[in-house]
């Protein structure tokens, strides 16, 4: 059973025989999977009138149970401090998240959810922890289990090791 990559890595055979292109063909199939993956999770939150950035956000929060400095999130999410204002600035104008200076350190921008975002996260976390299973289903739960354990161990050579 033959995949589109699989179509990539024959015409580099024919143009170049002989050149190894295994690493593509794991490196364009992660690629393409997290493509289409995005655009199944997207899908879901555009239902919603969500964006999948403001959820992940969103998401962070909930998962600290605390209010979070900047960079914390910057961290978990993976952008710039110059995006992350950006971001914040959005879902503070939305009424999902507030965000005020440090009483300690001026400097600190602290981040926290409104009852109104932990209700629309909360509300949404269900449904998207189902949307994920259907994207997966071609999966058996023990291959999910290997495919996790070997995306954490290319991760970890990555240097992606903590938020």
């Known amino acids: 059973m033959n995949d589109a990559v699989d179509k990539i890595l024959e015409q580099w055979g024919t143009v170049r025989p002989g050149l190894d292109?295994?690493?593509?063909?794991?490196?364009?199939?992660?690629?393409?999977?997290?493509?289409?993956?995005?655009?199944?999770?997207?899908?879901?939150?555009?239902?919603?009138?969500?964006?999948?950035?403001?959820?992940?956000?969103?998401?962070?929060?909930?998962?600290?149970?605390?209010?979070?400095?900047?960079?914390?999130?910057?961290?978990?999410?993976?952008v710039s401090s110059g995006a992350l204002t950006n971001r914040i600035d959005r879902l503070v104008a939305k009424g999902l998240v507030t965000r005020a200076t440090s009483a300690d350190n001026r400097r600190l921008v602290l981040v926290s959810?409104?009852?109104?975002?932990r209700r629309v996260v909360t509300g949404l976390l269900d449904g998207h922890v189902a949307n994920e299973d259907r994207l997966l289903s071609g999966l058996a739960p023990d291959e999910r289990a290997e495919l996790a354990a070997l995306l954490c161990k290319l991760l970890r050579s990555l240097g992606d090791t903590d938020l």
């Open 113 to 117: 959810l409104t009852d109104e975002g």
């Open 21 to 78: 292109v295994s690493a593509m063909g794991v490196v364009g199939r992660i690629s393409r999977a997290s493509r289409l993956l995005e655009r199944g999770v997207k899908a879901y939150f555009d239902e919603h009138g969500l964006e999948a950035w403001e959820f992940d956000v969103l998401a962070t929060l909930l998962r600290a149970g605390r209010t979070l400095c900047m960079s914390e999130l910057a961290g978990a999410a993976m």
